[in-house]
């Protein structure tokens, strides 16, 4: 019996000291040293601060900026409140909100098919991108605030555009902040 107790407190010790500490600091530096940007959460730099991530949305509300999708983790974008609003198709709160958003897109573009990336949020709530659609429907009021041609704007969301993972997985996408990055960078607010 006393051998008994003696080996699980051992094996107790052994198994803590090896997966608790040892894994996982053997993994983290691991990524440190082969994927440094990717295990530091993607960060966007701009003047020596961190200015957001390529892995979480940000809300961008100006009319000269494009506009991420809209959120239900938190107060928006919020990490540490990443989740689905689990709010039902029938949901008259969600059916409220999807009403609201799609006249306001409408008096922006009347006429205009409106993405459906634009008025429903994701199941994480902190989507960095936008679909192409939605990119498009935005150009014109992108250009018109900010005195440029459309074809411009046009041209920045292509360099932004991502495709699909290895060719077949997802969807073709927009990054969102990097592309209003770039359109300060190049055609910034007068």
């Known amino acids: 019996m006393k051998n008994n107790f003696r080996i699980a407190i051992l094996f107790t010790l ?3 000291a090896f997966f608790g500490l040892a ?16 295990s530091n959460g993607s ?24 506009h991420s999708r809209p959120s239900s983790a938190g107060t928006g974008y919020d990490a540490s409140q990443s989740s689905g609003s689990n709010l039902g198709p029938t949901n008259r709160q969600l059916l409220d909100r999807v009403k609201s958003d799609g006249e306001k897109l409408h008096a922006e573009s ?10 429903t949020a994701s199941g994480s709530g902190l989507d960095p ?13 992108v250009a018109k605030e900010r005195g440029i041609n459309e074809a411009e704007v046009r041209a920045l969301v292509q360099k932004h555009a991502l495709g699909r993972q290895f060719g077949f997985l997802g969807e073709p996408r927009v990054r969102v902040l990097e592309l209003n990055l770039d359109l300060d960078a190049t055609h910034p607010r007068k």
Do not use: C, H
Request: charged share 10%.
């Open 110 to 119: 009347p006429g205009a098919p409106i993405p459906v990336d634009l008025v």
């Open 129 to 141: 991108e936008i679909s192409p659609a939605a990119a498009e429907f935005q150009v014109p009021r």
């Open 23 to 38: 894994y996982p600091l053997g993994v983290t530096g691991l990524a440190q040293l082969l994927f440094p940007s990717q």
């Open 14 to 16: 052994v198994t803590t």
């Open 43 to 66: 960060l966007l730099m701009k003047e020596g601060r961190v200015i957001g991530s390529k892995l979480i949305g940000q809300s961008f509300s100006s009319p000269g900026y494009f």
